[in-house]
């Protein structure tokens, strides 16, 4: 059965960094582009960043370019963001999700980790 | 700045037909763009209906139909269920990786 498990969320202060991981099981990881979503508490989803199944073409929305930093590691099929420079507004459930090349659509979801920026 | 356009809330009776819609403050909606949408319950994570503007995920009943009316992208409910009662989120695909999502709507079957 196929699988994305996030983890790494937690408590950080403002201007703090923290990465988020994603474990992907059940289908062959390499093949696949992947990307992350969030969405703040009580508010809808955001698309946060995209990487290729290549690792080689990576997009960000503007408001976490130069910040936020998307990697991805075939060997132990995982899915990375890396977070600096982090700020009250970031606070949200992250998502990772498989987005499928075809018809550009995300057929696959994590439950999320949740990262909260605040003082 | 794009900005995807969707109704905050709507309400349907049980067994009842909703459209709910999906737009661009600027331009129209084509399936070029490659609607996508999905469904989510408080606290629960996304699960994807519709993609390619028109084609059911596997598993999602026939009742959930995706279309493209005027310059929107829209989704139609037929027969409404209490377990309908969700939050509905469409997504465009605007090329280069980029997503963006509309800001939801919020069904109500009662």
């Known amino acids: 059965q196929v699988h994305l498990v996030e983890s790494g969320g937690g408590l950080v202060k403002p201007g703090g960094s923290l990465r988020l991981s994603c474990a992907a099981s059940?289908?062959?990881?390499?093949?696949?582009?992947m990307s992350w979503i969030r969405q703040a508490p009580g508010k809808g989803l955001e698309w946060v960043s995209y990487?290729?199944?290549?690792?080689?073409?990576?997009y960000y929305i503007d408001s976490v370019k130069g910040r936020f930093t998307i990697s991805r590691d075939d060997t132990t099929n995982s899915l990375f963001l890396q977070m600096n420079s982090l700020r009250d507004e970031d606070t949200a459930v992250y998502y990772c999700?498989?987005?499928?090349?075809?018809?550009?659509?995300?057929?696959?979801w994590g439950r999320g980790s949740l990262l909260t920026v605040s003082a | 700045q794009t900005v995807v356009t969707q109704e905050p809330s709507f309400s349907v009776s049980p067994g009842g037909t909703v459209t709910l819609t999906c737009g661009l403050s600027?331009?129209?909606?084509?399936?070029?763009?490659?609607p996508s949408w999905y469904q989510q319950t408080p606290g629960q994570t996304p699960r994807t209906l519709i993609y390619?503007?028109?084609t059911r995920s596997s598993g999602v009943p026939n009742r959930f139909s995706g279309s493209i009316l005027g310059n929107k992208a829209a989704l139609t409910i037929s027969g409404a269920q209490g377990d309908d009662e969700s939050d509905y989120y469409c997504?465009?695909?605007?090329?280069?990786?980029?997503?963006?999502f509309g800001g939801g709507t919020k069904l109500t079957v009662l």
């Open positions: 999700a498989r987005p499928r090349g075809n018809y550009w659509h995300f057929d696959l």
């Open positions: 059940g289908f062959t990881f390499s093949a696949y582009h």
């Open positions: 990487i290729s199944n290549s690792g080689s073409v990576i």
């Open positions: 600027s331009g129209s909606v084509s399936t070029s763009s490659y």
């Open positions: 390619n503007t028109n």
């Open positions: 997504v465009l695909y605007m090329g280069s990786g980029n997503w963006v």
